[in-house]
C-alpha cells in the first residue's frame, strides 16, 4: 500500500470531530496562554502555500483511493460504515491520514478545521489561495473555522475580512451575490 500521508497538528476541538485537519501553521506564535501546554517549548513556523496545496493534494489522493477500495468491497464507490469499519480495523494497518479522510467523507466532507494556533496570521493572499484550492478540490466543504488570536483579526483590514465573505459564500450562487455586493458597496463608501 502507498504511504499517504499528509501534516496534520496535535489539536482537534471537540467540535470539529467531522472536520478535516489543514495544517497551515506549526505550533502557536503568542504561545503563552495559561491553560494551554500543547506548544510550549515548541518553535512556531509557517507553512508554505505549497505545503499545505500539497496536504490538500495528498487528501484528494486519499479520497479517490478510498473510493476504489469501496468498489472493491462491494459498497459501489461510495463511502459507508462498512468500508470506514474496514479501514479502520483492517490488519494492513491504514496510515492515520487515510482513517481520517474516511472518517470526514463518511460524516459528510463538510467542514474543515484549519491548524495549528492562529492561522489567520498567513497573508490574507496566500489565505484566499489555500482556500480556493481547498473548496475547488472538495467542492462539498461548506464550513471552514480556525483558531485566531483577536488582536491578529484585529489587524487584517476590513477589506480582508470581505475576502474571507465572498471566499466562503462561494458554494451558493444567491451568497456569491449578496456577498459580492457587500465588498462593491463596501468599497464604494471608502
Known amino acids: 500500500m502507498t504511504d499517504f500521508h499528509f501534516e496534520q497538528g496535535p489539536i482537534r476541538p471537540p467540535s470539529e470531530a467531522q472536520s478535516l485537519l489543514l495544517r497551515l501553521t506549526r505550533n502557536c506564535p503568542w504561545n503563552r496562554?495559561?491553560?494551554c501546554h500543547t506548544?510550549?517549548?515548541?518553535?512556531?513556523s509557517l507553512r508554505?502555500?505549497?505545503?499545505?496545496?500539497?496536504d490538500i493534494d495528498a487528501a484528494a489522493e486519499i479520497a479517490q483511493e478510498l473510493k476504489a477500495l469501496s468498489w472493491r468491497l462491494?459498497?459501489?464507490?461510495?463511502?459507508?460504515a462498512n468500508l470506514v469499519?474496514?479501514?479502520?480495523?483492517?490488519?494492513?494497518?491504514?496510515?492515520d491520514a487515510f482513517r481520517n479522510i474516511a472518517l470526514w467523507i463518511y460524516s459528510g466532507g463538510k467542514n474543515v478545521f484549519l491548524q495549528d494556533a492562529n492561522s489567520l496570521v498567513l497573508k490574507t493572499e496566500q489565505m484566499v489561495d489555500v482556500l480556493t484550492t481547498?473548496?475547488?478540490?472538495?467542492?462539498?466543504?461548506?464550513?471552514?473555522?480556525?483558531?485566531?488570536?483577536?488582536k491578529t483579526i484585529s489587524k487584517k483590514a476590513w477589506r480582508h475580512c470581505v475576502l474571507f465573505t465572498?471566499?466562503?459564500?462561494?458554494a451558493s450562487t444567491l451568497a456569491w451575490k449578496q456577498a459580492t455586493t457587500l465588498c462593491l458597496s463596501t468599497s464604494r463608501k471608502g
Not at 85 to 95: K, Q
Open 85 to 95: 469499519r474496514f479501514v479502520l480495523e483492517s490488519p494492513e494497518g491504514y496510515p
Open 166 to 170: 465572498v471566499q466562503d459564500c462561494l
Open 33 to 35: 496562554c495559561e491553560f
Open 134 to 150: 481547498l473548496k475547488e478540490t472538495f467542492p462539498t466543504v461548506e464550513r471552514i473555522t480556525t483558531y485566531a488570536r483577536s
Open 39 to 44: 506548544y510550549k517549548g515548541q518553535k512556531f
Open 48 to 54: 508554505t502555500v505549497e505545503e499545505v496545496k500539497n
Open 74 to 80: 462491494g459498497e459501489g464507490g461510495e463511502i459507508m
